[in-house]
């Protein structure tokens, strides 16, 4: 059984689901944010990046979820569409894993509420009627989904998958995008680097390039080489503004957790990953909600661009990681 492990979360109360699930998100980030144990802090931090990296597209909320009922999980889907879309069911006695799914429902152009809680409001908008409003997010709910480990029948269907871990591949794919994500790259050879025993950089604009650049030191280690890139281009779309040396400290631990969760996604060995959680160290929860939530889409976007442009996939990509 998928969520047999005893240290795992449930949340099989249905009358306080919505509380627990709230609450337990908030109890994780004050553990991180207060853990003096800079050892167990960074295996925590590292677990929900593992999951991040299975679900890139899901919400950190969501991943975070996941990550404390069910950590092992790969591949995720509700009741339904393990049964209609893939001929697999649910086990007899699997326990569901809980994530907030979005309302999508009429709202009003107004106040923006359903109908029912437009009608129980105090908002007077009577222009068009409702079954004229357009459809909108108007909030989530807990929704039921299962881990492949948890269900029986049919085999997957085997994917089509190019360079899987193949970071010959990967490094071209990334130079592809950049692009795409307004940042120059060169690659220098080691003999002309200047830049002492740092990887890459990400430089200034200049007159000439409006884009962020960013310069990568060559070597033969091409999934290193890969890694460097995503860090770098994490730096790019995430810090190039920032001046403050404390802040930018802060931030070199979100640029390396973004490398991690991309390289992991294409089955990079991205194990030797350092995460410095002590500069997180006595920040509000807030704070690091925040951060959690700048990690996860900027690595949603990277891996998204290098998908759309490119053949390089990773194992395990499918309608279930959506």
Known sequence: MATSDSSAVSFDDSDTRRDQMHSTIETWIDDLVTLTDEARASQQFQAWLDVQSQFHNYSHRNTLLINLQCPEATKVAGYNTWQSEFGRHVQEGEQAIWIWAPVITKQCPECENSPSYHESSECVYDGTPPDEWSKGLVGFKPAAIFDISQTEGKPLPELETEAIGNADSLVPALLDVADDLNVTVNIVDSEDWEHGDAKGVCKQRSFHD?????????RTNQA????TLVHEY?????????????????REV????????????????TNGSAFYLAAWQGEQPETVTNRLGRIRHTANEIITNVREQSAVKAPGDSSLST
Do not use: T
């Open 234 to 250: 994490a730096h790019a779309l995430l810090h190039f503004d920032v001046k403050d040396v404390d802040e930018r400290s802060k």
């Open 254 to 269: 979100e640029a390396e957790a973004v490398a991690y969760v991309v390289g992991r996604y294409f089955e990079l060995d």
């Open 224 to 227: 290193d080489l890969a890694v």
């Open 210 to 218: 409006l884009n962020p650049v960013i310069e990568v030191k060559a």
